[in-house]
Structures are given as C-alpha cells and as structure tokens.
C-alpha cells in the first residue's frame, strides 16, 4: 500500500458526500432565456438552433408560461424586424408601438413577476446590420449612436423593461443610458451591460436567426479583440464608474478566464452569455450521437458559474431547468 495522507478520492466515495463537497451548483434562478420574436403568428424553427424558434406573440406568451412553469424566471427578448422596418438609423428601436415595445407591455401585464430584459442595440433595426450608426465612409459614430441608446432603453424602460442591457459596446453608453433613465423617471430599472462583449464567430447562428449579420464589414472596431484579456478590466471599470447593476461577459464557454478576472475584481454580481454558437456545437454533436446532451450542456453551465458567474443567459434555460427538476 502507498504511504499517503492526502487520499482526495475520499471526498468523492459516495453521492452525498460528493453533494456535502460540492462547491458550485446550478438551478433555474441562475438562468435568462433569450426568446426570438417576431411580429408575425407562425413560429419558425431556426435551423442552426435546433429546438429554438422565431416565435409571434401568442407563441412567446406561451413559452414564456412553460418557461415559468419549469422554473425559469426571466427572459431577455430579441426581435427579427421586417427588411421593410430596417433604416440607416433605426429608428423602429425607439418606436413606442414597435414589436418588443408592444411584447413588453403585454409581459408586464399578464406575467407580472416574470423578469424581462431588453437587448439596446441598433442591429435588429439597422439596414447595415450595425449596431451602431454608420458615417457615409463606414465608420461606426459612437456619440450619434449612444443617443439613440438612450431613446431605445428609455422606450423600453416606459413600456415595462426590468432590465436594459445593452450589447453595443459603445463607449460611455452605460452612464448615459442611467442618466436618461433616471431623467425620465425610471431610476428602479436596472442596467446589465454586456461590459466585455467579444468580436466573435461563435455569434454566427444568432445574426442568421435575426437575419442580422452586418451587410459587410465587421464589429470589430467596437466588439472587443478575442485575444485580449487586461482590456475586459478596462471596459470593467468604465461600466462601474458608469453605474452598471450587473457586468456580462459574452460569449462564455471560451471566455471563462475572463469570467473569472471579472468575479475577482468587482463586487458587482457576474453574468455570462452561453451564446448561439455555443449551444449550436452541442446540439450538433448530440444530433449526431458524438455527445450526450443533457450532460455536456449541464457540464458547460456549472463550468460557467464555477469561472465566477452569477447569472447565465442560455438557450438551454427552460431545458436545463427540466433536467435539473429531474435530477
Ligand atoms: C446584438 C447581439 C448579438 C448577440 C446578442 N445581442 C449579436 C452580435 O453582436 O452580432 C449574440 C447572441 C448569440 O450569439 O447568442 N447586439
């Protein structure tokens, strides 16, 4: 017999002591689940998000419903808009009778104590597929932009958001985006930011489920360079100055060192976004028997609230909540 002390298979002999060990878990309070809508009746099925749909009105309420009833809390809306409703400003994302503006009231109104956030961004609204306003010679103007933030989050925020999160990656979006909330009466919504949002391919079937991809060129002169990580501390403490409630880093499962950074340099609560590409690669390889599912995906979630996350926005929400109430 080896002479050891240190024996750590000890801690793992049996079910309930791995249980009384364990220093992460995952429940369906840490999860917001990104609906796609759309001002239309028929749900589609998005093809590179098998199991995900573009869902009309009724659809969403229903899901919604389900959602709840599995444990699911909140969900974050993201809306597919008509070519026709798509201009060099996008405006239709501070129309007050636009699709997530109507959805929301509805929410609010018949689910109460259902979370909902609301993606500010240009893109879903903008004919360059940006999310930013573009300059004649291409350039994505910061300033012009951020006030039409601020008229998008306002809009939502009057139509019942709980929380804005904006995904733009603007500069000096997060403290205007407070100021016009506050300035217009609605210092008790919140602001999750997505603080270090990535210039990433793995956002591929989300822009082809919204038909969103920009019409050429790149995000790469907001999004952030995937190969910096000092940077997402940098943009951290912007959105703390700033006055964000909840700091994001997107995608998750690549980025969990920066999950992690983030956890141990603010005291703010951590969300991370297990984005389309992500979730795409898992129900690719089940589909094809090269995975199990269920325990690649809850593997991928409990990873991303180990790396410090408090908060997950994920595809699998209302799924993984069932798997959770089954285990
Ligand atoms: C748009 C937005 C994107 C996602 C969330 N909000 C796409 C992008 O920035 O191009 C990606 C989500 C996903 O891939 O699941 N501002």
């Not at 501390?233 to 700033?242: P, S």
Request: charged share 25%; glycine share 6%.
């Amino acid at each position: 017999m080896l002479e050891m002390n240190d024996r750590p298979r000890r801690n793992r002999k049996h079910p309930a002591i791995r249980a009384m060990v364990r220093e992460t878990w995952l429940g369906p309070e840490h999860f917001v689940y990104p609906l796609f809508v759309q001002d239309d009746p028929r749900i589609d099925p998005i093809p590179s998000m098998p199991g995900c749909s573009r869902l009309g009105p009724d659809a969403m309420l229903a899901e919604v419903e389900a959602a709840w009833a599995d444990g699911v809390r909140a969900v974050v809306l993201f809306p597919a808009t008509p070519e026709s409703l798509k201009t060099d400003d996008g405006r239709e994302a501070y129309n007050p009778d636009g699709l997530v503006q109507r959805l929301l009231r509805r929410l609010k109104k018949e689910h109460p104590e259902l979370i909902v956030a609301t993606d500010v961004a240009l893109d879903p609204y903008s004919a360059a597929g940006q999310d930013g306003l573009v300059a004649p010679d291409g350039r994505i103007l910061n300033d012009e932009t951020v006030e039409a933030l601020c008229k998008q989050a306002v809009s939502q925020a009057d139509a019942g958001a709980d929380i804005i999160s904006p995904s733009d990656m603007m500069d000096g979006r997060v403290g205007a985006i407070r100021q016009a909330l506050d300035a217009a009466g609605h210092a008790e919504v919140s602001i999750l930011s997505y603080t270090a949002k990535y210039a990433s391919a793995f956002y591929g079937p989300f822009r082809d489920a919204l038909d969103s991809a920009p019409r050429g060129g790149d995000k790469k002169t907001y999004q952030m360079d995937p190969a910096n990580g000092r940077e997402a501390l940098r943009e951290l403490m912007l959105d703390e100055e700033e006055g964000a409630d909840i700091v994001m880093v997107k995608p998750a499962g690549a980025y969990l060192d920066i999950i992690r950074a983030l956890r141990e340099a603010t005291h703010l609560p951590v969300a991370a976004y297990q984005v389309s590409g992500e979730y795409a690669m898992i129900k690719a390889a089940s589909q094809n028997g090269w995975l199990d599912e269920r325990a690649v995906a809850l593997e991928s979630l409990i990873a991303i609230r180990r790396a410090g996350a408090d908060i997950i926005f994920t595809y699998y929400a209302r799924q993984a909540a069932r798997w959770l109430a089954e285990s």
